[in-house]
């Protein structure tokens, strides 16, 4: 362990080989003499009820990372972070490139469908279009106009004479 480390209670630091810290889950470290010398499952420090873990060689990297020098923690989690980026930067080229190709492949696709569909549209006959049936807005031109639109109403559009009427 790199950092210095030192006993929360009586402030000894592991320089004697025999002698083992532990690590209480509430955040805070102790010799085992001074371990010994407080209540069982309790911190001595913050009084909260606790577990411990013996520091050594062993135990998990999380915990040894609490001790490591933090220009030393840097390194090693700059290399890891790194690692990650070039994992996932890769990933995302290799995504691109699949959705690239399948792009290329619906245009071209695309493409063929309107080929076809010109031809098709060129081989057809022209189809003859068929009056619209009058809406009941349009005016229908061969129906007799009322007086009120028209001044010639009198004439009979049947007829080329003028009514009998005007004569």
């Known amino acids: 362990m790199a950092a210095p480390a030192f006993c929360n ?10 002698l083992r810290f532990c690590l ?8 085992e003499v001074c371990l010994q010398k407080g209540k069982k499952d309790e911190c001595s420090v913050c ?3 606790c577990r411990t873990l013996v520091l050594s060689k062993e135990v998990s990297p999380d915990i040894q990372s609490l001790f490591m020098q933090v220009d030393g923690l840097c390194k090693k989690y700059s290399k890891e972070i ?3 980026s070039e994992f996932q930067e890769k990933y995302r080229k290799r995504l691109l490139t699949h959705h690239k190709q399948k792009i290329a492949k619906l245009e071209e696709s695309l493409k063929k469908v309107t080929q076809q569909m010109q031809q098709i549209q060129c081989m057809k006959p022209p189809e003859k279009t068929t009056p ?6 349009s005016r229908n031109p061969f129906s007799i106009p009322s007086r009120k639109q028209n001044a010639y109403s009198s004439y009979s559009l049947h007829s080329s004479r003028p009514s009998t009427s005007e004569t």
Do not use: D, K, M, Y
């Open 132 to 137: 619209l049936p009058f809406s009941s807005t």
């Open 47 to 49: 009084r909260s009820a």
């Open 9 to 18: 209670s009586c402030l000894a630091e592991p320089r004697n080989p025999t």
């Open 24 to 31: 209480t889950s509430c955040g805070h470290v102790f010799c």
């Open 82 to 84: 790194s690692q990650v």
